[in-house]
């Protein structure tokens, strides 16, 4: 009976870890952001495992309160640490598999990041342009942007690249330190106030 529990405590911690409920087949989440909003339209078949762990982050509120802090012109914006250090923790290991590549990295398509196969978590980021080389390196897109991409494509892109290789916003000191580090180092970064799914 205690080996039960304790198994089923397990997968119950892991589940809220990394399992995602099944998101709809196809669903639209509306970002509220510092330079205006942008709709992100996501089409499960693209990219299933993808598509469930962008729906419960959004579902979570995970991305409220977000900065965009690589903004690289021509090229992407991404987001998706969340600036609070302890939830940041909780994520950082919460990895997905990797979903077949069905879709190019064309521009306004939605992808999650990664640092290797079957790593991706919670940042995310939106094609500028056109990124096909990223297509045969894991980054599969789940989703475009239908609406406001002309707001995605404003955001301060002023810093440049991350730490180590530009002067821009070091993601471990973020997931360190949280947004307080990007409010004093980065002032100007635009972000994210509210993500929700429209009904």
Known sequence: MNRKLTAGAALAFACLMGCA???????????????????IDVDRSWAPLGADRFHELVKGGFYDDNRAFRVLPG??????????????????DANI?????????????????????????TQIF?????????DSRGFTPFGRVVEGM??????????????PNGGGPDQNRIQREGNEYLKKDFPLLDYIKKAYILP
């Open 75 to 92: 090229f992407v914006v991404q987001f998706g640490l969340k600036g609070d250090p302890a939830m940041d923790a909780k994520w950082r």
């Open 150 to 163: 002309s707001v995605v494509a404003n955001f301060y892109a002023g810093y440049g690249e991350g730490a």
């Open 97 to 121: 598999g990797d979903d077949p590549p069905l879709q190019s990295n064309a521009p306004a398509t939605v992808t999650f990041a990664n640092a290797g196969p079957n790593t991706r978590t």
């Open 21 to 39: 409920s099944q998101a709809p087949p196809r669903y639209k989440a509306k970002f509220e952001s510092s330079k205006g909003n942008f709709v």
């Open 126 to 134: 939106i094609n500028l342009g056109r990124n096909d080389t990223l």
